[in-house]
């Protein structure tokens, strides 16, 4: 049996990590589908295109992504270090959004995972990739943790670490975007187990789903793809060990010249400059060095004594006198020891040979006798209730005592800080102008050796912003209006920038009521958008700017009905029909067909450009934006009320005369006398009254022919239907003659 087992999460989650010691753990594959999409990238980057124009991905078409040692390789190219540059990192989102990537990436996936057992991690493994996985894990931690991860995950490589403000919100914008994306977004799969890795270490992660698999039936015999030696499972083990003790390292935010600079507990133990302590001997204690002494002696307070016209005074005060494991010599002041009461002597506290611990406080470089400390010692043990507090990055306010060549010295409830300039969230500060304000700041190490906690300022600001723009996020809700940022422009519609660095989805489709194709004929990076929130969940925001543009058709649509009659301004006539404004947005269509009951009007007769005009409305379509009118429903058909009977007798008015005919009005009615119906020498004028028979009628054709000969049955009525048919397409007013006459019948004619 296969086994597929799909890990799909936000990056840093620690998803190859662990996906990489599972599939040596299970003896199965693993394929790292996010390097796929990064390989594409270093193509498109190399190839110069246009990384916003699906199109010119064609490029996959004939381009060879494979592995070869769990290393990926472009073209027969190793590109397991090109695909990680922050280069890559930063456009490897535009890259796999598009639906011709991904389409060619998961084909390979799949066809790689086909006929073997497999660990492939991602963002749409379960979603997409393999649907039908055995198991399904979704991988999440802080974003703070997360940064962190990959910041030393650059550093172990020698990569450009940004900062982890930097860092945070680079990962958080790509998060966003691979779970905003409309193809194959990240989201958890609806049968995967979700496992947040903040506070668990690697073997515990392992742990977890190994046992998971287990419990699922997966036999190691039956699936294990290549069979490891004891050897190799040793290695793997000691490696698991040494990522796992990396991944708990702290982010040493140090610089270098930092260990040149001790901000210690007091000025008094303040330390000796760089070249003081090179001058002091190889095995010479240094000072803040934790010391094991011994006791000598006490030594009482004595007076000034005169050594012949010096004035010594050797001390004032009892000290306890001790011996360094490195012979030197060194005294333990009262106020240094810890646990002794004012009126106790100290030579009933100490005796000769007692061990004690202490931090040398003071070094004298011609070799006197060396300053310790026991309070110094303890404020050092309780350095360690500060781990908690960088752990969780908790947020400590503190006071700036003064600056120094590499950053600022504070104090936080009498302990020393060290702010290094580079975790200064304003690079360009004048330091000095720091001193005595108190500032938020987030510990990232403590500083045992310099009694001290290192400290930074970009971090607090970093989890202050996070804390903001998540009180932000929750603050949202549907229906809420925003003056928005245009941040990013895609084929599918524009990234809104809210506030605080949320952005919601402005999909196409929300822009306008009018169809937008290309969101950039609408909207441009940095334009100011007024937006309404018309979704909100965890993974994403969905705005609509039409929703705040009044929609006139709808409102015109919604108010009006068929059969209603409206007012509007015959604002265009063309051959089709007349444009009528029926209020200043929206416009109806009085087609050409629908001016009035005779087929040949001439429209201009009956409607004048800029006048008003009624009409009945016979269409109404929200979707096609169309109102069509009618003017000559107003009225009732005159047509279907005449009544002639063939060969009846009529008088009418000849009202044009037409190259083979005469246009004669019948008690209103458009008649036809053809020029064959005309006796001979009979000459006809304009506005003459005629008296003819009736010769054919047919109302639904709004078809009237009258004749002027006796002998109306001679008439052939095929030279009748011709002539009739001419007519038709002479007369210009009535071009459209379909429109008139519906095509079946005009066959009929012909
Ligand atoms: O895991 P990663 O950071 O190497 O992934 C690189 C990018 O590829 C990331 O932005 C998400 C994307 N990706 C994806 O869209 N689908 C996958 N199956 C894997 C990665």
């Known amino acids: 049996m296969k086994w597929q087992i799909a890990i799909d999460g936000p990056s840093g989650a620690g998803k190859s990590t662990i996906a990489k010691l599972l599939a040596n753990k299970l003896g199965i594959e693993y394929l790292d589908t996010g390097a796929m999409y990064r390989a594409c990238t270093v193509k498109a980057l190399r190839l110069g295109i246009n990384l916003e124009d699906e199109e010119q991905y064609r490029f996959l078409e004939d381009t060879s992504i494979e592995f070869r040692n769990h290393e990926i390789y472009l073209d027969g190219e190793n590109v397991a270090e090109a695909i990680r540059t922050l280069e890559v990192t930063k456009n490897v989102s535009m890259v796999c959004h598009f639906g011709y990537v991904r389409e060619k990436m998961v084909e390979l996936q799949r066809k790689m995972g086909e006929s073997i057992s497999i660990i492939m991690d991602g963002r749409d493994i379960g979603t997409v990739v393999l649907p039908n996985a055995n198991l399904k894990i979704f991988l999440t931690a802080d974003l703070a943790e997360r940064a962190k991860r990959r910041m030393l995950e650059r550093e172990e490589k020698g990569q450009n670490v940004q900062t982890l403000e930097e860092t945070m919100d680079e990962m958080a914008t790509r998060d966003y975007k691979d779970s905003h994306r409309e193809i194959a977004p990240l989201c958890k799969a609806e049968d995967a187990i979700e496992i947040d890795t903040t506070n668990l270490s690697i073997s515990e992660v392992v742990e977890k789903i190994t046992s998971l698999v287990n419990e699922r039936g997966f036999k190691m015999e039956e699936n294990k793809n290549v069979e490891m ?45 760089e070249e003081e302590a090179e001058t002091q001997e190889e ?78 406080k003071k070094v004298f470089p011609d070799g006197g006798k060396v300053l310790l400390s026991q309070t110094l010692l303890e404020k050092r043990e309780s350095l360690k209730k500060f781990e908690e507090a960088v752990a969780n990055h908790e947020v400590l306010k503190a006071k700036v005592v003064k600056a ?27 330091l000095a ?43 949202i809700k549907e229906g809420d209006v925003f003056d928005g940022t245009v941040k990013n422009i895609t084929s599918y519609g524009a990234f809104v920038e809210l506030g605080h660095g949320v952005e919601g989805l402005l999909h196409i489709s929300e822009i306008d009521h009018n169809r937008v194709n290309k969101v950039e004929k609408v909207l441009n990076t940095g334009d100011a958008v007024k937006v309404q929130v018309i979704k909100v969940d965890t993974h994403r925001i969905n705005l609509s700017r039409k929703a705040l543009i009044p929609n006139y058709w709808k409102d015109f649509i919604d108010s009006c009905e068929v059969g209603a009659t409206v007012k509007g301004i015959a604002s265009d006539i063309n051959n089709a029909g007349v444009v009528v404004d029926l209020n200043e947005h929206v416009q109806g269509f009085l087609p050409k067909s629908e001016v009035s009951w005779e087929k040949d009007a001439n429209i201009e007769d009956l409607v004048t450009k800029g006048s008003e005009i009624e009409a009945k409305v016979i269409e109404l379509d929200l979707n096609k934006k169309r109102i069509i009118l009618s003017l000559k429903q107003l009225v009732a058909n005159p047509w279907e009320e005449a009544n002639f009977v063939i ?46 028979k009736v010769r054919a009628f047919e109302p639904e054709r709004t078809r009237l022919i009258i004749t002027l000969r006796e002998d109306v049955e001679k008439a052939t009525p095929k030279a009748d239907k011709k002539e009739f048919g001419k007519y038709m397409k002479n007369d210009k007013v009535t071009n459209t003659f379909g429109d008139f006459l519906n095509l079946d019948d005009y066959k009929n004619l012909k």
């Open 404 to 430: 120094i060549q590499v950053g600022l010295v504070l104090d936080h409830e009498g302990y020393t800080c060290l702010l290094p300039s580079t975790q200064i969230t304003d690079k360009d500060a004048d």
């Open 229 to 273: 030696s004891v050897a190799e499972e040793q290695v793997e083990a000691a490696q698991e060990e040494k990522v796992e003790e990396v991944t708990k390292q702290e982010v040493s935010a140090q610089p270098a010249e930092e260990s040149t600079e001790v901000a210690a507990e007091n000025e008094e133990a303040s330390v000796s400059s």
């Open 647 to 692: 060969g009846a007798t009529v008088t009418g008015t000849i009202v044009k005369i037409l190259p083979e005919g005469f246009k004669v009005n019948v008690n209103g009615l458009s008649g036809y006398l053809p020029k064959g119906n005309v006796p001979k020498d009979t000459v006809l004028l304009e506005g003459q009254e005629v008296t003819g």
């Open 283 to 360: 095995n010479s204690v240094k000072p803040l060095q934790l010391v094991k002494v011994v006791v000598l002696e006490v030594l009482p307070a004595s007076k000034e004594v005169k050594k012949g016209d010096k004035v010594v005074r050797p001390a004032k005060e009892e000290r306890v006198l001790v011996q360094l494991e490195n012979g030197q010599e060194g005294l333990l002041f009262r106020n240094d020891l810890v646990d002794i009461n004012e009126d106790e002597e100290l030579v009933d506290q100490f005796m000769e040979g007692d061990e004690l611990e202490a931090i040398v």
């Open 433 to 475: 102008s720091f001193v005595k304000q108190e500032i938020e700041v987030v510990p990232i190490r403590v500083d045992y050796n310099h009694i001290r906690l290192i400290v930074s300022q970009t971090v607090a600001d970093a989890i202050k912003n996070k804390q903001e723009k998540n009180d932000f996020i929750s603050s």
